[in-house]
Nanobody, 114 residues
Framework: QVQLVESGGGLVQPGGSLRLSCAAS????????MDWYRQAPGKQRGLVAT???????NYADSVKGRFTISRDNAKNTVYLQMNSLKPEDTAVYYC????????WGQGTQVTVSS
């Protein structure tokens, strides 16, 4: 069993920054890729960023150059640093991983508004 707990969401003005964290339970964390997804009201959940067990990263085109995903295997934690935030980044952000099944966190709300 894997439990994922996100934190760090909130209200920020356009152009601002936030850092999301996702703490994972279990000793297998370092073996698996970790992802951040987001879901805006009325839209489907979509992939934002991925980091592999080896540290390779991939981003959605809409966040390239603004968001950075990273991981600390010693702390079983994955991060999403979000800079130059835009109103269209407003969504619930979810942490995700796949081992023998999919695991999702409960989500954290990010609202970008003046």
């Amino acid at each position: 069993q894997v439990q994922l707990v996100e934190s760090g969401g909130g209200l920020v003005q356009p152009g601002g920054s936030l850092r999301l964290s996702c703490a994972a339970s279990g000793s297998i964390f370092s073996r698996y890729a970790m992802d951040w997804y987001r879901q805006a009201p009325g839209k489907q959940r979509g992939l934002v960023a991925t980091i592999t067990s080896g540290g390779n990263t991939n981003y959605a085109d809409s966040v390239k150059g603004r968001f950075t995903i990273s991981r600390d295997n010693a702390k079983n934690t994955v991060y999403l640093q979000m800079n130059s935030l835009k109103p269209e980044d407003t969504a619930v952000y979810y942490c995700h991983t796949t081992t023998t099944r999919n695991y999702w966190g409960q989500g954290t709300q990010v609202t970008v508004s003046s």
